[in-house]
């Protein structure tokens, strides 16, 4: 298996790109174009454990739009073949002390890449 090709790495680093400045800026109808549309999308997060792309896009619309910005300290993607990688990422926010992590399952579809599984945490110190 071919591991971190150049074009398929491109390829979902801009995905992922485009996921944070969602994010970020609050684009619900962005988020959800870059989740797989299935029952079986996962989103762990912080505080909530959804099942299915409609119960992801639920907690989507109501969450507060106030103090999505972050900053990125540290990502890696590794991808695998031509369609599938996985995205982690470490993460501050102000006025948060622990450190955030993220890891993203990504996965190419004929109409693109999308998250099919997500997990949110946060951890105590570097």
């Known amino acids: ?18 996921y944070e400045k969602a994010l970020v800026g609050n684009d619900v ?14 989103r762990y997060g912080a505080t909530e ?3 299915g792309y409609d119960e992801i896009r639920a907690f989507r619309l109501q969450r507060p739009a106030a103090n999505l910005v972050r ?15 996985v995205a982690n990422i470490t993460f501050t926010k102000a006025g948060e002390t622990r450190v955030g992590r ?13 998250v099919v599984a997500a997990h949110v945490s946060w951890m105590d110190g570097k």
């Open 1 to 18: 298996m071919d591991i971190n090709l150049p074009i398929t790495l491109q390829e979902v680093e801009q995905a992922f790109d485009a």
């Open 29 to 42: 109808s962005r988020l959800d174009q870059l989740f797989w549309n299935d029952a079986n999308t996962l």
């Open 102 to 114: 993220q890891t993203q399952t990504w996965v190419k579809f004929a109409d693109g890449w999308h």
């Open 71 to 85: 900053t990125v300290t540290s990502r890696h993607v590794t991808t695998f073949g031509t369609d599938f990688a």
């Open 49 to 51: 454990n959804l099942v």
